[in-house]
């Protein structure tokens, strides 16, 4: 069984956190949601507060998982700003891992050096910083880094994070189930 972590920083955009948790879990994948803050308990953008899993500091310095998802929103600036983050996601990519960014999350793959010579899209307010994004593309895929626009492409987001970590099959049957 896959496994996946996710990781919350206050601020995070609900969307983009939910529903690609939601869908894997779904699907049968084991998912951690890991808060940067000292706490357990994150808030998103719009108030509503996760009970994360446990803390980014109790996940093993070295501890890869199948997956890495960054979900967007104003607490971009918090990821962006913890070397932890930085040191999780070249790990990831050292050890080719899925590394799935949405929103403006892919600036935290610009950070770590990632996103040179890739395909990519991003939320249209990082298009300065990111302006070889592919801004009408919903989701890319470029070799292991999954990147997405934003809230609106949550679901899409999601699905492709089920079918790359499991098959097209367990999509396709994870979208019949909710009627997407």
């Known amino acids: 069984m896959p496994k996946v972590l996710f990781l919350l920083a ?4 609900e969307l983009e956190a939910i529903a690609p948790l939601d869908l ?8 951690t949601v890991a808060a940067l803050s000292p706490g357990i308990h994150v808030t998103g953008r719009c108030g509503l507060t996760v009970h994360a ?10 501890t890869l998982f199948d997956a890495l998802v960054l979900p967007g929103g104003p607490g971009v600036k ?9 040191s999780t996601v070249l790990a990831h990519h050292a050890g080719g ?12 793959l610009l950070d ?11 939320h249209p307010s990082v298009a300065l910083e990111l302006p070889e994004r592919l801004g009408e593309e919903r989701v890319v895929i470029d070799g292991r880094i999954l990147t997405s626009r934003g809230a609106g492409t949550a679901l ?11 098959s097209t099959g367990q999509s396709h049957e994870v979208s019949q189930a909710i009627c997407a």
């Open 97 to 108: 891992r899925w590394i799935a960014a949405i929103c403006a999350a892919p600036t935290v």
């Open 112 to 122: 770590a050096g990632l996103l040179s010579g890739r395909r990519y899209t991003a």
């Open 156 to 166: 899409d987001f999601g699905f492709a994070l089920v079918e790359q970590l499991t």
């Open 78 to 86: 918090h990821l962006r700003a913890d070397p932890r983050v930085r």
């Open 24 to 31: 894997l879990r779904r699907a049968g994948i084991e998912v």
């Open 53 to 62: 899993d446990t803390l980014l500091d109790a996940v093993a310095e070295h």
């Open 10 to 13: 206050e601020g995070f955009e």
